[in-house]
């Protein structure tokens, strides 16, 4: 039987090491531009293929749909801040992205190929090798991406692109990747399982010796993770 008292320890510390390194927001950065207008082999591309591009500790899916057009999940902000569309439809850049998955919110949108991958390799279907499913039509795939544009909750654990991209080609949400991530946190917390202690000291502290920046870090960013990591 599961410990929940653990289960959420394993919650804040997989938070922690998301913030501590901001570069694990990339799965959905824009690169850093140089090579955004590169020739890409779109006639190669069909309907309903998975493209996927490297950014530095994750991957990021889209779905193309055809016309140099792909659907892929995007955090921003700005989705909660304005309703201009023109704004809105602009590549999404890192201080839109940042905010975005903090606050959770995201959209399904199409994007060119270019402005998706800015610059980086593209490989196609690789998803299939990875995961050694079978894949639904391709139309089937694209057809299901275009029935979900629009605005998104967004969860670097539950809701990402690849969670996006696997319902739409293989029928079911998945992300291996964070998967993987979140189960060695579980390991390390089961293996560590002092950090619990620490975190209630840490509580413990801030009542009784004030509210100095020390102290009032545990406080903050306890209930923070928690609600990052909330479904």
Not at 14 to 23: P, V, Y
Request: net charge positive.
């Amino acid at each position: 039987m599961k410990n929940p008292m653990l289960e959420v320890v394993s919650l804040l510390l997989e938070k922690l090491l998301l913030i501590s390194n901001f570069k694990l927001f990339s799965v959905c950065t824009p690169g850093g531009g140089s090579e955004r207008d590169r020739p890409y082999a779109i006639s190669s591309f069909l309907r309903g293929d998975v493209l996927e591009v490297s950014r530095t500790h994750f991957t990021h899916y889209g779905i193309y749909l055809g016309d140099n057009r792909v659907a892929h999940l995007m955090p921003d902000i700005l989705l909660a801040l304005t309703n201009d569309k023109g704004r809105i439809q602009k590549v999404v850049s890192n201080k839109r992205l940042i905010p975005g998955v903090i606050c959770k919110m995201a959209s399904i949108r199409v994007d060119t190929v270019e402005d998706f991958a800015y610059g980086a390799d593209i490989l196609v279907n690789h998803l299939d090798k990875t995961l050694k499913k079978k894949s639904l039509l391709n139309e089937e795939v694209a057809c299901r991406a275009e029935q979900q544009l629009g605005i998104t909750p967004y969860s670097l654990l539950w809701n990402n692109c690849e969670h996006f991209v696997t319902h739409c080609r293989y029928g079911a949400p998945m992300s291996p990747q964070a998967e993987k991530f979140y189960e060695t946190v579980k390991i390390i917390i089961r293996d560590q399982r002092s950090c619990l202690a620490s975190a209630v000291l840490g509580l413990v502290s801030i009542v009784y010796m004030g509210l100095a920046s020390y102290m009032t870090f545990p406080a903050i960013c306890i209930p923070f993770c928690l609600w990052m990591m909330s479904d």
